[in-house]
C-alpha cells in the first residue's frame, strides 16, 4: 500500500463569477419547479428565482459558511380575482462541513440552514394591506423549508464534483493510478487542503510500491485566489519505474532506426578507437542492445527535472542475413532533462538527452578507453532511443479531478522533490 507520499491540493477562495460559485448559481436557478409547491398553502406560485448572488467563507476547523441572496418572484390570485405578482428578496445561510464519505472522497453536509425573508413587494394587482400581512407571515413559515433543500441540490452536485477525487486515471499499458482522501480535510480561513492518496496499480490490478523519498515535501505558501496542486517525486518514480519494469526502457538499434548521417558500421567504430578496434571487418552493420535492468532515477531540484538511466549497451556486429557477434559490452549512465508541461488532466514530460558517460565492461580484444565512444553514442541515443522514450512518456503524470479544476494554463515550479502547479481560481 502507499506510504506517506500522496498528492496535496490546496483550493483557494472562489470568486462569484467562476469556480464554485457558478456552480451554485446555476444549479438554484434549476431548481426552481420545486419552489412552487407554495401554491397549496398560499394561492400563490414561484414561478422565477433570480440567479442568486453568493457568498463563501471558509470555517477553520469546520468547512464553509454558504450564503444566497436572491430575488424570487411569485403569481397568483388576489382575494378581488385579480392577478397578483408579488417580488421577495431571501437571504439563505448555511453552515456547511467538510467531511469524507464512505467511499473516501470529500463531502459537504449542511449541518444547518435558514432564511431570511427581506423585503416583499406588490409588482401588480390588488391586494389589501391585512391580507398582505397574510402572505407576508405565510412566506416566512413556508420559503424557509422550500429554499434550504435548493442549498443540498447544490451541494450533491458539488459532491459528485468532489467525488471525482476518487478517480481511476489509466495509464495506457502502464497500469492505473486510484486518487484517494488519505486525511481528514484540513480546512484555514484561507483554503481547503486535501490529502489525496495516489495509489498506483499494474495492469493486472497488483499495487506498484516504489522507494518514496526520505524528506517530506515543503510546499511553498499559497497566494490568494489560487488552486495549488502538488504532484510528488513519488509519481514520477513511479510511472518511470512500470516503464522499466515492462521493458519499455529497452531498445535495439540499427541501422533502420538512424539517418544516413549518423553512423553505424564496424568501419565508423573503429575509427574512434583504432588500436583496439582496427582489425574488425569493414563495412558491417552494428547492433547496438540496450538493457535497463532498475528502475530510473528522477530527480526534482531547483526549477529542475532529470531522469538517469543505468544501461548496459551491448554492441554487436553482423552482416546482412548473418548471425550479430558480439563485439563488446559498456556499461552507461544517460542522464536526460525532462521538460515538464501541463494539461487539463496530466502532466505532459518530454526528455531531451543531457549526456552520456560510459565504461568498458567486457571486449573482444584488448581493453579501450570507452569514452572515445560517447560522442558517437550520443548522437545514436538521440535520434533512436529519446524518441522512443518520449512516445511512451505519452501517458504523462495525472493528475486529480477537484471541482473541475482546469491546470492547462497553470505556472509550473519544479521544488525539492515535488512539481507545483498553481492557476488563477
Known amino acids: 500500500m502507499l506510504g506517506t507520499w500522496s498528492l496535496l491540493l490546496l483550493w483557494g477562495l472562489v470568486t462569484p463569477s467562476q469556480g464554485l460559485l457558478e456552480t451554485v448559481g446555476t ?30 467563507k471558509l470555517l ?221 571487418p569493414p563495412y558491417e552493420h552494428l547492433l547496438l542492445s540496450l538493457r535497463v535492468k532498475e528502475a530510473p532515477t528522477v530527480t526534482l531540484q531547483s526549477k529542475k527535472a532529470t531522469v538517469s538511466i543505468t544501461a548496459a549497451i551491448h554492441v554487436l556486429s553482423y552482416a546482412p542475413k548473418g548471425t550479430p557477434e558480439a563485439l563488446f559490452d559498456l556499461n552507461g549512465v544517460i542522464t536526460l532533462n525532462a521538460q515538464l508541461a501541463p494539461s487539463a488532466t496530466k502532466l505532459h514530460v518530454s526528455l531531451s538527452l543531457e549526456r552520456l558517460k560510459v565504461k568498458l565492461a567486457s571486449s573482444f580484444s584488448q581493453p579501450f578507453d570507452a569514452s572515445r565512444l560517447e560522442e558517437w553514442l550520443s548522437d545514436v541515443l538521440r535520434v533512436a532511443y529519446v524518441p522512443k522514450l518520449n512516445v511512451d512518456l505519452d501517458v504523462g503524470i495525472p493528475l486529480p479531478k477537484v471541482l473541475n479544476v482546469n491546470f492547462a494554463n497553470a505556472v509550473l515550479d519544479v521544488i525539492e522533490n515535488a512539481v507545483v502547479l498553481t492557476v488563477a481560481s
Not at 426552481?32 to 453568493?54: A, R, W
Open 60 to 280: 477553520p476547523g469546520f468547512g464553509v459558511q454558504l450564503n444566497l441572496h436572491t430575488k424570487v418572484g411569485l403569481h397568483g390570485s388576489g382575494p378581488l380575482g385579480s392577478l397578483l405578482q408579488l417580488g421577495a428578496e431571501v437571504n439563505v445561510s448555511s453552515r456547511v462541513a467538510l467531511g469524507v464519505s464512505a467511499r473516501g472522497t470529500p463531502i459537504l453536509i449542511v449541518k444547518r440552514c435558514s432564511t431570511l425573508l427581506g423585503h416583499i413587494s406588490l409588482v401588480s394587482g390588488l391586494l389589501p394591506a391585512p391580507l398582505f400581512g397574510v402572505v407576508e407571515q405565510t412566506l416566512f413559515k413556508v420559503l424557509p423549508g422550500l429554499l434550504c433543500p435548493v442549498v443540498d441540490s447544490v451541494l450533491g452536485v458539488v459532491n459528485e464534483l468532489l467525488g471525482a477525487v476518487l478517480s481511476l486515471v489509466p495509464l495506457g499499458a502502464l497500469g492505473s493510478v486510484e486518487f484517494s482522501l488519505a486525511t481528514l480535510p484540513l480546512i484555514s480561513n484561507q483554503y481547503i487542503e486535501l490529502d489525496i492518496n495516489p495509489i498506483v496499480k499494474g495492469v493486472a490490478g497488483n499495487i506498484i510500491d516504489f522507494p518514496k523519498p526520505p524528506k517530506p515535501v515543503k510546499v511553498p505558501p499559497k497566494e490568494d485566489h489560487t488552486s495549488q496542486v502538488t504532484v510528488p517525486l513519488y509519481l514520477f518514480t513511479t510511472v518511470f519505474g512500470l516503464l522499466q519494469t515492462n521493458g519499455a526502457l529497452d531498445i535495439d538499434i540499427t541501422s533502420e532506426l538512424v539517418p544516413n548521417n549518423v553512423p553505424l558500421t564496424t568501419t565508423d567504430l573503429a575509427a574512434l578507437a583504432p588500436a583496439a578496434l582496427g582489425k574488425l
Open 27 to 56: 444549479l438554484a436557478r434549476i431548481d426552481q419547479d420545486e419552489l412552487g409547491k407554495v401554491e397549496e398553502l398560499s394561492g400563490l406560485k414561484i414561478e422565477e428565482i433570480t440567479l442568486p448572488k453568493v457568498s463563501l
